[in-house]
């Protein structure tokens, strides 16, 4: 049986969203709408029954009380409630226009207001539902009205009646509340696209991510065999360098293959047990300037010599999982060797904020275009020559990075050279123990 929260259909993904900013609107439409009647009734002096159009602006008020107070309900049944939000309104308007001139009244425009919404939130059917009501209400204030002298008399008049500026002032509100409205619901629906657009980019990488896992694990399982056949053999060579031929040389070079083909087991087992994901390792306590030694360590002494450590705080510790990234720098300083055409030092540093380990990798290569930067740690991607690449590393670097809530950055000018930071979060530090 699955659990979990219920799923949202698409089609009431509007309507969720526009909820709170219809609560919103519509205590601004009650404090607005009062000051209007009470302005037209005492600031114009005109005859107004004033309790009475006031009345349906409290059960407006009513309703958006009662709506905060029913909690989750709202956005279980959001094409409903926003539905009978609507007719509501448009039952209140009417009573209002009644009350105030009918259908001479100018403010009868903002029965638009809710039609126009509901066609942007809302079915089709709620669509039809308001322009019926709307229509029939409309319709009503023809028979069922109170006139006012002032709404009669416009034609008559020189200039500018105060129906004329009636029609004004509810052109340019409905104009603004229509405006404002869809402005939030579309940025609403942006971001929302948004983070669906990077919720799919980090499904696929996952995707990705566990494809590798089981490539590599069939892949040390695979390599296992022929591997064990070739220590065996190296073994053999070196018994018979050792004791018949008394072959320095060949002895030398037995013990190598059988050095490498051991090297090749640690990494096929560490492969077949963490796969791409290195989080099982238990954060230790290091120095930096031990850390970036023994991975400096892995290479060879030809590629050590144009490695140089700059660390202005030699006694800077983290707490992290050592092996992981010491692995991960290994394939950052591997990739700034291999850019490092010109035999230039590569500069490995590092600096300590609050709560954040930078790791710094700077080559002095041929540097990166930005179409080659827009794809660095795309899985399979490489810019190295076949044989020498499969374009994993940077990604697995990145992996890794996300994992432990960091990230890798890139800055790099074509024919200047390549800096990339590994930043990473202190496991030990205030702000992360704080946070969690």
């Not at 114009?44 to 989750?72: D, E, H, K, Q, Y």
Request: proline share 5%; charged share 15%.
């Amino acid at each position: 049986m699955v659990t979990g929260e219920p799923r949202i259909d698409s089609a009431d993904l509007a309507p969720n969203l526009a909820l709170p900013w219809v609560s919103r609107l519509r205590y601004g439409m009650v404090a607005g709408e009062a000051i209007l009647i009470l302005g037209m009734a005492y600031g114009f002096r005109l005859n107004l029954p004033v309790f009475g159009t006031l009345a349906p602006l409290v059960v407006v008020l009513a309703s958006n009380i009662l709506l905060g107070r029913l909690g989750a309900l709202p956005a279980r049944f959001p094409q409903q409630t926003l539905g009978a939000i609507f007719c509501l309104d448009t039952l209140c308007l009417t009573v209002m226009l009644g009350l105030t001139g009918g259908p001479n009244n100018p403010f009868s425009l903002l029965y638009l207001v809710q039609i126009a919404l509901s066609a942007i939130v809302l079915r089709k059917f709620w669509t039809w539902v308001l322009g019926a009501l709307s229509t029939a209400c409309f319709g009503l204030l023809f028979f069922f009205h109170i006139p006012l002298a002032v709404f009669q008399t416009h034609h008559m008049e020189e200039g500018l009646s105060p129906h004329l500026i009636g029609m004004w002032i509810a052109f340019v509100i409905a104009a603004a509340l229509i405006t404002f409205f869809t402005g939030k619901i579309a940025d609403a629906l942006r971001r929302r696209e948004q983070e669906v657009l990077e919720l799919q980019d980090q499904v696929a990488r996952h995707e990705r991510l566990a494809s590798m896992v089981t490539l590599a694990a069939g892949a040390a399982h695979e390599l296992g065999t022929p591997l064990g056949t070739i220590a065996v053999v190296a073994r053999e060579l070196e018994r018979y360098a050792s004791n018949v031929s008394k072959d320095n040389a060949t002895l030398e070079d037995a013990r190598l293959i059988r050095s490498e083909v051991d090297r090749c087991r640690v990494i096929l087992e560490r492969m077949s047990a963490q796969g791409a994901q290195p989080m099982g390792e238990t954060p230790e306590r290091v120095q930096v300037l031990n850390l970036l030694t023994m991975v400096c360590g892995q290479f060879t002494e030809s590629q050590r010599a144009f490695l140089r450590i700059d660390l202005t705080d030699e006694t800077l510790e983290a707490v992290l999982p050592v092996q992981a990234t010491a692995q991960s720098l290994a394939a950052l300083i591997q990739n700034a060797l291999d850019a490092n055409v010109e035999q230039h030092p590569v500069h490995i540093g590092a600096t300590e904020t609050a709560s954040t380990l930078r790791i710094s990798v700077q080559d002095r290569g041929h540097g990166m275009s930005e179409g080659v930067l827009r794809r660095i740690a795309e899985p399979f991607f490489t810019t190295k020559e076949p044989g020498k690449g499969m374009g994993l590393g940077t990604f697995l670097v990145r992996t890794f990075a996300q994992n432990l809530g960091g990230r890798v950055s890139f800055d790099s000018t074509p024919g200047a050279g390549t800096t990339v930071t590994l930043e990473l979060p202190l496991i030990g530090s205030p702000q992360s123990a704080h946070a969690d």
